[in-house]
C-alpha cells in the first residue's frame, strides 16, 4: 500500500496490545432504555428514527423481539437485548432451547445488528416464585450457545439487579448484598468474574428519595447540593446520591472479594409527572436529573471511590408508556412522548453546546479543527496517523488511494484528515489533539469536501487553490456524540508511544 498506506496488520497489533492493556477502553457512556408497554407507541422504525436524530448510539431493550432488531440493523447504534423473566424457565432447563433462540431469532439479524449484551432475567430477586434461581444455569446456556456460534467474546452475558439486593447501602463502605440472595449471587458473581461481564444495577435516587425525604434532600439526589455527606468509615465525600448508590455496589462487591467486575447502570433516570403524593416527579426535575447525570457521567468524573472509573449509564426511558401498571409515575418516566415530541430538552452530549434537535453539526460549529503540526518528522506523523486509524477508531477509508480524500496525497493531509475526525469525535479537547505532540488546533478551516487540505507540512504536494481558499462545509461531524475521556485518551495514546517503543 505504499508509504502512506495505513500499516494495518502493525495498526491491529496495536490494538489487540492497548484492548489488553486497557480492557474496552472507551470512555463512559450515555445509552437509553427503549421499553415498549405502551398501546400508542411508534413504530420500531420510527423510534429508531428518533434515537439516531438524537444521536443515540446505545440503547437497551427489554426482549428480542424481530422488528425490533431489524430496525436497528445498519444503524451502527449498539443494542442491550433480554430475555424476560417469563422465558428463564426453558432457558434454564436445556441448552437446546438456548441453542434454538440464538439461532432463530439473534443470528439472522446478528451483526447487521449490533448487539454487545444479553440481559438474562430483569431484576430477579424482585419477582416471586424464586425466579432467582433460574438465572444464572439461564445465562450458563446463553453462553454456552454464543461460545458454540463463535460469539462469546462480542457479545456479553448478564441480568440486571434493583438496589433491592443490597441489605445496607449506607454508608457507602458498608454497602452489603442481602443474605438471603447469596445461593444466587455467589455463582452469578463467579460467573460474572470469570466472562468479565458486568455486574448491571439499576439505580433510581429517585425512589430513596421519594421513600424517603426525610432523610435525602432533593437536591442530593438531583446532583444539584451544595453540600456533602460524609462516609465516616471512608473519609469520601458525596455530593449526590446516585454515587453513593454506585459505592455501595462496589463495596458490596469487594466485601465479597470480586474486585474486579465492572458495574454498569442498566436503568435511571426521573419521571416527569406522578401521583398527588409524588411532588418530585416533574418535568424540570427530570430534566434536572439527567441532564446533571449526562454532565457526570460523560466527563468520566466516576464515583468518590472510584475516581476516573467509565460508567456505561442507560436513562430510563425513551417513551412514555402508558400500559404500564402502579402509580402514575411509572408511565412517565419517557423522555419523549408517544407522538415522537420530547418530555423536556435534554442534551444527549452533556456539553451544552449542541441543539438536540440538529445534533448534526456538533463539532464545527465550535470553529476549530486539529491538523498535523509542521515541525514533526515525518516518521512520529506516520506512527500517530497510524494510530489514529488504527486504534483511535478513525474511519480512514476516504484518505485510501481513489477513495474522495486521497488528494492531497499527502503525510500531512491525511494525518490532519484522521487527526481532525479523531478529535472531533473525542470532544474536540485539547487533549484529543495531542497525538503526542505531533496536532495542533487551529481556527482556520482546513476543510472542504469534507476532506483536509492542509498547508503547514513542508512536503505537502500540490492541492489546487481553489479548494484551499473555497468556503467549507462543515467538516464531517456527527460523530460519536458519547465522548472518550481524557483520562483514557492520554492512557490510550500513552500505550501506543510504549507499544512503538516495544515493537
Ligand atoms: C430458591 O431456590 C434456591 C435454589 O433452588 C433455594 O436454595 C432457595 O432456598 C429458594 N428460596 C426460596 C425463598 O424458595
Ligand atoms: C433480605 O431479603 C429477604 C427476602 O427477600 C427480606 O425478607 C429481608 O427483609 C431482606 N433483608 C434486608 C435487610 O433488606
Ligand atoms: C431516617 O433516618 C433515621 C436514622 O437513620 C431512621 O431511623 C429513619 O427511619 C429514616 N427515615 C426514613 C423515612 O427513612
Ligand atoms: C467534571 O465534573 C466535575 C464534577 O461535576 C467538575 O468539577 C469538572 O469540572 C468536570 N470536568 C469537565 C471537563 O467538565
Ligand atoms: C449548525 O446547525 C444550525 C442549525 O441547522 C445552524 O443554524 C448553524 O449555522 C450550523 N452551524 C454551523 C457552523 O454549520
Ligand atoms: C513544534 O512547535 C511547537 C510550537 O511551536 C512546539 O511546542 C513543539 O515542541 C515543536 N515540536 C517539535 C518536535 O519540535
Ligand atoms: C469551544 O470554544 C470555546 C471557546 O473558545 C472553548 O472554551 C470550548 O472548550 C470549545 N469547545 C470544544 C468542544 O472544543
Ligand atoms: C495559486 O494561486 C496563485 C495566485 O492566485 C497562483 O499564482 C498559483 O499558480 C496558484 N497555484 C495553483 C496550484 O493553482
Known sequence: MGRRGFNFIFASYLFVIIMLFLGMCKGSTIGVCYGRNGDDLPTPDKAVQLI??????YVRIYDANIQVLKAFANTGIELIIGIPNSDLLPFSQFQSNADTWLRNNILPYYPATKITYITVGTEATEVPNNVSAMVVPAMQNVLTALRKAGLHRKIKVSTTHSLGVMSRSFPPSAGAFNSSYAFFLRPLLEFLAENQSPFMVDAYPYYAYRDSSSNVSLD?????SSSEVIDPNTGLLYTNMFDAQIDAVYFALMALNFRTIKIMVTETGWPSKGSPKETAATPDNAQTYNTNLIRHVINDTGTPAKPGEELDVYIFSLFNENRKPGLESERNWGLFFPDQTSVYNLDFTGRGSVDITTGANITSSNGTWCVAASNVSDADLQRALDWACGSGNVDCSAVQPSQPCFEPDSLVSHASYAFNSYY?????TDIACSFGGNGVRTNKNPSYDNCIYTTTGSKITAASNATIASPS???????????RVPGCLLMGYLNFLLTAVIS
Do not use: D, P, T, W
Request: aromatic residues 12%; hydrophobic residues 40%.
Open 473 to 483: 462545509k462543515s467538516s464531517s461531524a456527527a460523530g460519536r456524540v458519547f465522548a
Open 220 to 224: 442530593y439526589a438531583l446532583f444539584e
Open 52 to 57: 439516531q436524530l438524537h444521536n443515540i448510539k
Open 424 to 428: 472531533h469525535q473525542n470532544g474536540a
